[in-house]
Structure formats: structure tokens, C-alpha cells
């Protein structure tokens, strides 16, 4: 029986715009590039800028945070037009919803991107928050509405480059070294896989002991450069479904958030390492041909 993996996209993020000329103006949207996203909405490309930031005395604006590490393009849909509509979405149960169409103040707008990272259509994806400006970590842990945002959210913080003065325009640098960074770990994981999987000429799995033939299965790797654990998706999901970190639900009970390597008993997350997995599979194929 072989686990059906599904791929996730390279990057795909739902962000919030902050207005620099008017710091209480704010927007949502998604994009697979927000560098480049970033640059549209400042009018700085021709191409391709979303009609709500055009409009006249806006402009520029800087990207506050960013949601990411969906599974698929369509769960960052899904996130983007639940965040929007956070007032109608039916992520949010009625009991739980906070503020109405005519009220979004960035107070609401944090407890609602909350709402949403705990809401049971989200909460197993795994998602990851940066947040760019200090004015929005202010918000978010003054918690003015007093949302508890799950434990499995890793926030990342990068004020480094943003006293507001500084920056008269986007963030660009800020933004273009995030998805570089993280594209960077990516890779370092994925070049480490590849060795791991040339110099184990056993290759087996470390729960099942069965062969990872890695032209039959996309073999798992740890995270952890130094530790050789292989695994079968299936086998791995399995076991860290077994936590109780990571318990699995209804919607998708197959499908772990996290779980401890059985070998070193580092931290792994599942959909970056179906990620790298795929990314491995891929490679190991074409090498064969
Ligand atoms: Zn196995
Ligand atoms: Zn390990």
C-alpha cells in the first residue's frame, strides 16, 4: 500500500499591506511570489497590480506579515478569502466571529487571521507566520481579543530592516531576503537528502525496516543533517500520527501536523517533508533515466 502524496506548491503566501501614507489602510491578498507581489501593489511593475491598491494616496505600501506553507495553491485561496471575508466565512464558527463587514480595524484583523490559523479547516496544515513590522507584533501579542493561536503555528519575527523612516518605499529587501532564506533551507535539506540517499546502500526504512526503494516511493528524510533516518511516507505518517501533539481528526486522519524523528528525535513537519520527499523522488527518477 503506498501513501498518496500530494505535492505542495514551492511557495505560497496570504499576506497583509500596510499603508505607509495611510498606516490605518490595510489589504489582503496571496501570491506565490510576494517580492514581485510587493512591487505590483507600489506600482513599481506595469503589470498586474491589484485595483484596491491603485487608488490614489495609498501608495507604497509595505508587507506586514505573511501566512505560508500551504499544502496546495487552493488552501491559500481559501485562507485569502476566508481572511477578507472573515465577517461571512464559514471557517469561522457563528459563536466564534468577531467584528462585522463595516468593522475591521487591524485589532480584528489579527484576531480574525487567529481565528483562522485554529480553525479546523486550517489548523493541520502546519502554517507559519512572519511578522515584519513591529507595529503588528504589537498587535498580536496585545491579543485584544483575546484569541489563543495554536501551538503548532511557528512565528517567525524579522524587524531588522524596518524602522518605517528608513524604508520609504515597499519592504522589498526585507521580503526578497525571507523567500531566499527560506528557499535556501529548502535546498540545504534537499542536497542533504540526496547524499543520504547515495550513501545508504541499505536503505531502510527506520520503522518498518522494509527497503525505501526510492523509484517505488518518494522516500522521508529528517530534517536533521547529521541523522540517516529513511522512511516510508506511510510509515512515518503513521508513527507521528501517534502523538499526541499531532493527533489525527476526522477531516483528514491520515495526515499528521508533526512529529519526532525515531532515530534522533528531532522535530520534523509533515508538509515540508513531503516537499522534500517529492523533491528527492523527482530527482532520483530523472537521475535513472
Ligand atoms: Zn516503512
Ligand atoms: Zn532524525
Same mark, same amino acid.
Given at each position: 500500500?503506498?501513501?498518496?502524496?500530494?505535492?505542495?506548491?514551492?511557495?505560497?503566501?496570504?499576506?497583509?499591506? $500596510?499603508? +505607509?501614507?495611510?498606516?490605518?489602510?490595510?489589504? *489582503?491578498?496571496?501570491?506565490?511570489?510576494?517580492?514581485?507581489? @510587493?512591487?505590483?501593489?507600489?506600482?513599481?511593475?506595469? &503589470?498586474?497590480?491589484?485595483?484596491?491598491?491603485?487608488?490614489?494616496?495609498?501608495?507604497?505600501?509595505?508587507?506586514?506579515?505573511?501566512?505560508?506553507?500551504?499544502?496546495?495553491?487552493?488552501?491559500?485561496?481559501?485562507?485569502?478569502?476566508?481572511?477578507? %471575508?472573515?465577517?461571512?466565512?464559514? %471557517?469561522?464558527? @457563528? /459563536?466564534?466571529?468577531?467584528?462585522?463587514?463595516?468593522?475591521?480595524? +487591524?485589532?480584528?484583523?489579527?484576531?480574525?487571521?487567529?481565528?483562522?490559523?485554529?480553525?479546523?479547516?486550517?489548523? $493541520?496544515?502546519?502554517? $507559519?507566520?512572519?511578522?515584519?513590522?513591529?507595529? *503588528?507584533?504589537?498587535?498580536?501579542?496585545?491579543?485584544?481579543?483575546?484569541?489563543? +493561536?495554536?501551538?503548532?503555528?511557528?512565528?517567525?519575527?524579522?524587524?531588522?530592516?524596518?524602522?518605517?523612516?528608513?524604508?520609504?518605499?515597499?519592504?522589498?529587501?526585507? *521580503?526578497?531576503?525571507? &523567500?531566499?532564506?527560506?528557499?535556501?533551507? /529548502?535546498?540545504?535539506?534537499?542536497?542533504?537528502?540526496?547524499?543520504?540517499?547515495?550513501?545508504?546502500?541499505?536503505?531502510?526504512?527506520? *520503522?518498518?525496516?522494509?527497503?525505501?526503494?526510492?523509484?517505488?516511493?518518494?522516500?522521508?528524510?529528517?530534517?536533521?543533517?547529521?541523522?540517516?533516518?529513511?522512511?516510508?511516507?506511510?510509515?512515518?505518517?503513521?508513527?507521528?500520527?501517534?502523538?499526541?501533539?499531532?493527533?489525527?481528526?476526522?477531516?483528514?486522519?491520515?495526515?499528521?501536523?508533526?512529529?519526532?524523528?525515531?532515530?534522533?528525535?528531532?522535530?520534523?513537519?509533515?508538509?515540508?517533508?513531503?516537499?522534500?520527499?517529492?523533491?528527492?523522488?523527482?530527482?532520483?527518477?530523472?537521475?535513472?533515466?
Amino acid at each position: 500500500m503506498s501513501h498518496n502524496l500530494q505535492v505542495p506548491p514551492p511557495f505560497y503566501c496570504v499576506y497583509l499591506l $500596510r499603508s +505607509v501614507s495611510k498606516p490605518n489602510s490595510y489589504y *489582503i491578498g496571496s501570491t506565490p511570489n510576494p517580492y514581485r507581489r @510587493l512591487r505590483q501593489h507600489n506600482g513599481e511593475l506595469s &503589470v498586474g497590480g491589484a485595483y484596491r491598491t491603485k487608488k490614489t494616496g495609498f501608495r507604497p505600501w509595505q508587507m506586514t506579515m505573511v501566512v505560508y506553507g500551504f499544502p496546495s495553491k487552493i488552501a491559500a485561496l481559501q485562507f485569502e478569502h476566508a481572511w477578507q %471575508h472573515f465577517y461571512q466565512t464559514r %471557517h469561522i464558527p @457563528l /459563536e466564534k466571529r468577531l467584528g462585522s463587514k463595516s468593522s475591521s480595524t +487591524v485589532h480584528l484583523r489579527i484576531a480574525n487571521v487567529k481565528l483562522l490559523l485554529a480553525a479546523a479547516g486550517f489548523v $493541520r496544515m502546519g502554517l $507559519r507566520v512572519a511578522i515584519f513590522q513591529k507595529h *503588528i507584533y504589537d498587535i498580536w501579542v496585545t491579543n485584544k481579543y483575546n484569541v489563543a +493561536v495554536p501551538e503548532s503555528v511557528l512565528l517567525t519575527l524579522d524587524f531588522q530592516q524596518n524602522q518605517d523612516k528608513l524604508i520609504e518605499g515597499g519592504n522589498y529587501d526585507q *521580503i526578497k531576503v525571507f &523567500v531566499e532564506t527560506l528557499a535556501a533551507e /529548502e535546498d540545504k535539506v534537499f542536497e542533504k537528502s540526496v547524499e543520504k540517499l547515495e550513501n545508504n546502500d541499505l536503505r531502510q526504512c527506520s *520503522i518498518c525496516n522494509q527497503v525505501v526503494d526510492p523509484v517505488d516511493h518518494a522516500p522521508c528524510f529528517c530534517v536533521n543533517d547529521s541523522c540517516q533516518a529513511l522512511y516510508h511516507a506511510e510509515c512515518w505518517a503513521n508513527d507521528m500520527l501517534k502523538d499526541s501533539e499531532s493527533p489525527a481528526d476526522s477531516t483528514s486522519p491520515m495526515i499528521p501536523i508533526k512529529g519526532r524523528c525515531v532515530e534522533c528525535t528531532k522535530l520534523n513537519w509533515w508538509w515540508p517533508t513531503v516537499k522534500n520527499s517529492m523533491r528527492v523522488y523527482q530527482h532520483s527518477n530523472q537521475a535513472i533515466k
